[in-house]
């Protein structure tokens, strides 16, 4: 049973750093996709990044391209969110979210219907 797990949330000052870490168990990071997303009180969850495990392929969100670098560390299972200057507006609660990789994988990785495994999240919050 495919079972991911984040760890990292916390609370940070505006334009501090967080790395978020996603650590996959019951699947190798082979043939896989992992994606993140977040979701702030009273709206609706967003994806902001994903990567193809095989080829390291990313895609991100308009709204965190250039701030937010994913990763993976296939040796250890696990798929990183390394989150840099941060805004009150990155206040959410993060999950990662699976799925069996596909063709047109990149193309749809930001829509959360796609995935089939996903964490409990974890929270961060940007205050001063």
């Known amino acids: 049973q495919v079972q991911l797990v984040e760890h990292g949330g916390g609370q940070v000052q505006p334009g501090g750093s967080l790395l978020l870490s996603c650590v996959v168990s019951?699947?190798?990071?082979?043939?896989?996709?992992i994606g993140w997303f977040r979701q702030a009180p009273g709206k609706e969850r967003e994806g902001i990044s994903c990567?193809?495990?095989?080829?390291?392929?990313?895609n991100y969100a308009d709204s965190v391209k250039g701030r937010f670098t994913i990763s993976i560390d296939k040796a250890k299972n696990t798929v990183y969110l390394q989150m840099n200057s941060l805004k009150p507006e990155d206040t959410a609660v993060y999950y990662c979210?699976?799925?069996?990789?596909?063709?047109?994988?990149?193309?749809?990785?930001?829509?959360?219907?796609?995935?089939?495994?996903w964490g409990q999240g974890t929270q961060v919050t940007v205050s001063p």
């Open positions: 979210a699976g799925l069996n990789y596909y063709r047109n994988y990149l193309a749809q990785c930001l829509m959360e219907n796609k995935y089939d495994y």
């Open positions: 019951g699947w190798r990071l082979e043939s896989f996709g």
């Open positions: 990567i193809s495990t095989d080829d390291g392929m990313s």
